[in-house]
């Protein structure tokens, strides 16, 4: 019989530097992080295995400013969305480390993080969904709000346009790091996965066929509007969603190992 694993024992110390709580500033500290917190956990913690995604889809767009700066219609956007999203992974991971309130999006994926019997695809999934479902909109509120994009400006605004832009070229960035991820060895994400067709994994393939990435991050578009035209809407509407979130991540890290 499988030895459960406590939620006390789901927690580490809080006391690596990958744990600290000041926040990151640019894309090359958000980086930073990243790398921190690989070194710091091992590939038995699932956190690793979306921490490992992020970090490849941060530094594919990291690599896309520098080489071709030129594609991004908001520089100042991009790179300020990037580290303000990412802060609010790492304030869930810190505040689940230390005992402190965790969002309920990102709960399962903590509490679950040293099950045996969960792949690795399934965790870099539900910390997927909990970081574009609970935390992207509040990001986006952060960076729309702190460049002074009017919260009911048009589509056509300029300076909206081109955040908008930008944001559907991470859509692109995303899906050729996800390509990446499945097809590059040295990634590890589906090293454990089985080699011939198992029907134990088609919960999983259900979950991958219903699921998003690019109509997740249209929803978090229209809940970060929510959040600016109507703050205690969309408040509310985002607690709803982060129950929501969270409950989804349950039921998407099953036990599907033999």
Not at 164 to 172: F, I, S
């Amino acid at each position: 019989m499988e030895k459960p694993v406590s939620d006390s024992a789901a927690r580490r110390t809080g006391d690596s530097p990958a744990f600290r709580a000041a926040t990151v500033t640019s894309v090359a500290e958000t980086i930073a992080r990243m790398e921190e917190i690989e070194a710091a956990l091992p590939d038995s913690d699932g956190v690793q295995w979306f921490n490992r995604l992020y970090l490849l889809v941060t530094r594919n767009v990291a690599r896309r400013i520098a080489d071709q700066p030129a594609d991004w219609r908001s520089l100042p956007w991009i790179t300020r969305v990037v580290p303000t999203f990412a802060n609010l992974y790492f304030e869930a991971l810190t505040s689940y480390e230390t005992g402190r309130p965790t969002p309920n999006a990102w709960e399962p994926v903590f509490q679950l993080r040293h099950q045996p019997r969960i792949y690795r695809l399934q965790f870099a999934l539900a910390g997927m969904s909990a970081h574009i479902n609970r935390d992207l909109p509040y990001a986006l509120q952060a960076t729309l709000d702190g460049l002074g994009v009017p919260p009911d400006a048009s589509a056509d605004h300029p300076a909206l346009a081109a955040v908008r832009h930008d944001y559907l070229l991470v859509n692109d960035i995303l899906a050729a790091s996800e390509v990446q991820a499945r097809t590059d060895p040295s990634v590890g994400l589906i090293a454990d996965l089985p080699l011939q067709p198992n029907p134990d994994l088609t919960p999983l393939a259900d979950v991958l066929a219903m699921w998003s990435v690019r109509k997740a991050r249209e929803v978090a578009w229209r809940n970060a509007r929510m959040l600016r035209t109507s703050p205690g809407a969309g408040e509310l509407l985002m607690q709803g969603w982060d129950s929501l979130t969270g409950a989804f991540n349950r039921g998407l890290l099953v036990r599907l190992k033999p």
